[in-house]
C-alpha cells in the first residue's frame, strides 16, 4: 500500500491550497485517511480525517471552518481543501491511511500504518 500525496506549495495568507493523496490499493472497505502536519520544532499533528467509504470527517480545532476533507472512492482519493491559510499553519503534511480504525482514534499518530511521504506547505505573512 502506497500513499501519493501532492498539491503544496508557498502561499499568501488568507489563500488557499488543495493537497490530494491517492491511496495505491484499497485492502478493506472501511479505509480511514487523513492528513496530519509537522511545523519545524513541532511535534507532528493531528489536520483531519475522513472514512473512504461512509464519508465522515473528523477535524483539528485549529483548522474547523477552514480546512475541508473530501474523498473520491472511485478513485481512492482524498483531497484537504485549506481556506484562510495563516502562517502558523505552515508545515509538512503528510498523509496517513489505515483500516478498522475507531473513530476515537482518527486523531492518533500512532493508529495509522501508512504514511505518504509529506508535502510542504508555506504560509507566509
Known amino acids: 500500500v502506497q500513499l501519493q500525496a501532492s498539491g503544496g506549495g508557498p502561499v499568501q495568507a488568507g489563500g488557499s491550497l488543495r493537497l490530494s493523496c491517492q491511496l495505491s490499493e484499497r485492502t478493506t472497505w472501511r479505509i480511514v485517511m487523513g492528513w496530519f502536519r509537522q511545523a519545524p520544532g513541532q511535534q507532528r499533528e493531528f489536520v483531519a480525517a475522513?472514512?473512504?467509504?461512509?464519508?465522515?470527517?473528523d477535524y483539528a480545532d485549529s483548522v474547523k471552518d477552514r480546512f475541508i476533507i473530501s474523498r473520491n472512492t472511485a478513485k481512492n482519493t482524498v483531497y484537504l481543501q485549506m481556506n484562510s491559510l495563516k502562517p502558523e499553519d505552515t508545515a509538512v503534511y503528510y498523509c496517513?491511511?489505515?483500516?478498522?480504525?475507531?473513530?476515537?482514534?482518527?486523531?492518533?499518530?500512532?493508529?495509522?500504518?501508512?504514511w505518504g511521504q509529506g508535502t510542504l506547505v508555506t504560509v507566509s505573512s
Open positions: 496517513v491511511a489505515d483500516g478498522t480504525l475507531n473513530r476515537s482514534s482518527w486523531s492518533m499518530a500512532a493508529a495509522y500504518n501508512y
Open positions: 475522513i472514512s473512504l467509504s461512509a464519508g465522515h470527517t
